[in-house]
T-cell receptor, first 114, second 113 residues
Framework: DSGVTQTPKHLITATGQRVTLRCSPR?????VYWYQQSLDQGLQFLIQ???????AKGNILERFSAQQFPDLHSELNLSSLELGDSALYFC?????????????FGPGTRLTVT | GENVEQHPSTLSVQEGDSAVIKCTYS??????FPWYKQELGKRPQLIID?????GEKKDQRIAVTLNKTAKHFSLHITETQPEDSAVYFC????????????FGSGTQLTVLP
């Protein structure tokens, strides 16, 4: 158990819908990273938040957005869902200090768009 | 941006043999290289990592080597066991990209009993 939690574990929804994925980082970690894992694209970085502020963006679609709240949990919002959005979505947390680069992954949310 | 290539994509070894997985990276600013093990349907699990100021790091049966000049790093697993069977991912990160991980495409390791 990495200490990172994600809910829900599974999500099945229809095209055009909107969903919210939730992540709680390890105690003391200020950074949250979101990654998407699909069969054809592998593991890809989406977006990072550090202590409530967006720090970096990767290959994140405009239909996707995220935020990090004062209690440091983060939510990833996916809207106007398409079949190709079906994937495993992981969050990872890190202390993000000068001496600590390790990222620990949560169990993931499996999203199925039908 | 960073690009990480990983080889081979599949690897089968006999139990007790060694396994080696290789990765190359493109961005010379990258200075942190973790390896993750992912079992089917589970989270990527950090198994070992190395920083650019170190050439080799060992942890029991696993070791990672880094060649900064050639921009490649490798995972070595000795005395493989069936429970080592999984997908292994290498990754690279640097300060300029806020420590986001750029992953290789993964290696499916199968240890045959």
């Amino acid at each position: 158990d990495s200490g990172v939690t994600q809910t829900p574990k599974h999500l099945i929804t229809a095209t055009g819908q909107r969903v919210t994925l939730r992540c709680s980082p390890r105690s003391g970690d200020l950074s949250v990273y979101w990654y998407q894992q699909s069969l054809d694209q592998g593991l890809q970085f989406l977006i990072q938040y550090y202590n409530g502020e967006e720090r970096a963006k990767g290959n994140i679609l405009e239909r996707f957005s995220a935020q990090q709240f004062p209690d440091l949990h983060s939510e990833l919002n996916l809207s106007s869902l398409e079949l190709g959005d079906s994937a495993l979505y992981f969050c990872a947390s890190s202390v993000s200090g000068q001496s600590s680069y390790e990222q620990y992954f949560g169990p993931g949310t499996r999203l199925t768009v039908t | 941006g960073e690009n990480v290539e990983q080889h081979p994509s599949t690897l089968s070894v006999q139990e007790g043999d060694s396994a080696v997985i290789k990765c190359t990276y493109s961005d010379s600013a990258s200075n942190y290289f973790p390896w993750y093990k992912q079992e089917l349907g589970k989270r990527p699990q950090l198994i070992i990592d190395i920083r650019s100021n170190v050439g080799e790091k060992k942890d029991q049966r696993i070791a990672v080597t880094l060649n900064k000049t050639a921009k490649h790093f490798s995972l070595h697993i000795t005395e493989t066991q069936p429970e080592d069977s999984a997908v292994y991912f290498c990754a690279a990160s640097n300060e300029a990209s806020a420590r986001q991980l750029t992953f290789g495409s993964g290696t499916q390791l199968t240890v045959l009993p």
